[in-house]
């Protein structure tokens, strides 16, 4: 089974309209994050999440909010969809916390949004 | 604020033919540096890590990459390139000096074509 699931995997939605991408893992990690990959701009930070009670944005958090359930859950709800929110979103988690100071992120398999 | 950037958008090369892909990042001491894989229709798999110490680093697949301080780079390489290795690759660079925020800062995407 995978360690980060994303649900769902594609969605179209309707300007206008509210909706709500899921995240969960399994890895037991504290850290949290959501991206969105735009073609030939990479992936850019929307919010992340250092604990249930710790949550911030990131670089581009306008229209978006979050949601963090539990430590295995981070949801992403884009409050009334736009077209140019039309993506493909990646949850990840990281491995923070090994008292190192090293963190890798793991990737979710992304959900691809589609806004009409 | 650090920054990455990947000069070629996309690059074809031969079945067992060799491979270079360029990294370029700048950031105000040494980074912690990473590259991942996105295959089509499928989230980002990590390829392999730099953190310290040795600057010539293994990853999965037969990869490799090379850290040079001097030139500001992490390139990525293998010797024989496969079919399977048609994707889309991404340099990160990580804060290891903001470990409180833990963001990963991506490059723009290198597309990997591979000819029979």
């Known amino acids: 089974d995978a360690d980060v699931t994303q649900t769902p995997r594609n969605r179209i939605t309707k300007t206008g309209k509210r909706i709500m991408l899921e995240c969960s893992q399994t890895?037991?990690?504290?850290?949290m994050y959501w991206y969105r990959q735009d073609p030939g701009l990479g992936l850019r930070l929307i919010y992340y999440?250092?604990?249930?009670?710790?949550?911030n944005k990131g670089e581009i958090s306008d229209g978006y909010s979050v949601s963090r359930q539990a430590q295995a859950k981070f949801s992403l709800s884009l409050e009334s969809a736009i077209p140019n929110q039309t993506a493909l979103y990646f949850c990840?988690?990281?491995?923070f916390g090994r008292g190192d100071g090293q963190e890798t992120q793991y990737f979710g398999p992304g959900t691809r949004l589609l806004v009409l | 604020a650090q920054s990455v950037t990947q000069p070629d958008i996309h690059i074809t090369v031969s079945e067992g033919a060799s491979l270079e892909l360029r990294c370029n990042y700048s950031?105000?001491?040494?980074?912690?540096l990473f590259w991942y894989v996105q295959s089509p229709g499928q989230g980002l798999q990590l390829l392999l890590k730099?953190?310290?110490?040795?600057?010539l680093v293994q990853g999965i697949k037969g990869f490799e990459a090379e850290f040079k301080r001097s030139q500001s780079s992490f390139n990525l390489r293998k010797p024989s390139v496969h079919w399977s290795d048609a994707a889309e690759y991404f340099c990160?660079?990580?804060?290891?000096?903001?470990?409180?925020?833990?963001?990963?800062?991506f490059g723009q995407g290198t597309i990997l074509t591979v000819h029979p």
């Open positions: 999440s250092f604990d249930v009670k710790d949550i």
């Open positions: 990840a988690t990281s491995d």
């Open positions: 890895k037991g990690h504290d850290r």
């Open positions: 950031y105000g001491a040494t980074p912690y």
């Open positions: 990160a660079v990580g804060d290891p000096l903001g470990t409180s925020y833990g963001k990963l800062t």
């Open positions: 730099y953190f310290s110490g040795d600057t």
